[in-house]
């Protein structure tokens, strides 16, 4: 099993884009290429990119983002957003980001789904309005189903914070194309309700890529708090995770995410903290669950 990083992990060094109406306003202290030099350092051997880190994707930006992972020895697998709200840098067409991830050597094209989901959340699983937007996204994938396997990417469909693993499911069931399967992320069940345990248990034997993470449930005055962690620090069973994605699927990579809240910190204290939560992932994934 291969272990790579999602940019996501630095974005208070700013990487990975910008999520959830927040926009870190401190400088940008990496790009994707000291990134390159930092995974091999952390001894990573690939990375999930986006579009925010390529910073263009004029082609010639895109080979050279290509060759420097080629002389790094690092997997690439891009990750784009059919609709992504909160940075726009990460939204693309299936036909853009298939030929995106095709320029970049990525085998492997990570799709948010982007839904529009009603309330209340727990009772909104295959909703008429939700199966609406999936059946549209039914029609554009068997379209681009061919130009995927034709490019050799496969599109993974993730169950982001908008999608119940079933539906993610149905989706790739309508498609039914071998270029189409899914990305099991180990967190993003709780945003819709759903336990994350089933949620992996159902979408691994069909995932072709992954973001582990870590997330701890902090309960405070007036309900609780979600907050990303280092991986074992937190609430999910990352071992059972492991042990489903290591028996149940074809997957040989795994995807560290880490989500770190910068709280008040100042931005250097901020990225030190950062850096440490990666570095805990790794080892953990290294010491702990033989990675």
Not at 29 to 45: I, P, S
Not at 244 to 264: C, F
Request: one cysteine or more; glycine letters at 6%.
């Amino acid at each position: 099993m291969l272990l790579g990083l999602h940019t996501y992990s630095f974005h208070l060094h700013g990487l990975g884009g910008d999520w959830g109406d927040h926009r870190w306003e401190g400088q940008r202290a990496m790009d994707l290429f000291q990134l390159m030099d930092e995974a091999a350092v952390l001894g990573l051997e690939g990375l999930h990119i986006t579009a925010a880190d390529c910073e263009s994707t004029e082609k010639d930006r895109l080979k050279k983002i290509r060759t420097a992972a080629e002389k790094h020895g690092l997997y690439l697998e891009y990750n784009f957003s059919l609709d992504e709200k909160y940075d726009r840098r990460l939204t693309n067409t299936l036909e853009e980001g298939i030929a995106i991830a095709e320029r970049l050597g990525a085998d492997v094209a990570k799709v948010s789904l982007d839904l529009k989901r009603p309330r209340p959340l727990a009772a909104s699983r295959h909703h008429p309005e939700v199966m609406r937007q999936v059946e549209d996204i039914a029609r554009r994938l068997h379209v681009a189903a061919p130009m995927a396997e034709a490019a050799g990417v496969k599109l993974a469909l993730e169950n982001h914070i908008d999608s119940f693993s079933s539906e993610v499911l149905w989706l790739i069931d309508q498609v039914n194309h071998p270029s189409v399967g899914a990305c099991v992320d180990t967190v993003n069940a709780l945003l819709v309700t759903e336990d994350p345990m089933v949620a992996i248990e159902n979408l691994a034997p069909r995932a072709f890529t992954n973001h582990f993470k870590d997330h701890r449930i902090e309960i405070e005055a007036y309900g609780c708090r979600l907050t990303g962690v280092a991986l074992g620090d937190g609430d999910i069973d990352l071992k059972r995770a492991y042990q489903i994605i290591r028996d149940k699927s074809s997957m040989k990579r795994i995807n560290i995410e880490v989500e770190l809240d910068a709280g008040t910190d100042a931005p250097d204290e901020a990225r030190r903290r950062e850096r440490e939560a990666v570095k805990r992932s790794i080892r953990y994934c290294r010491e702990v669950l033989h990675i």
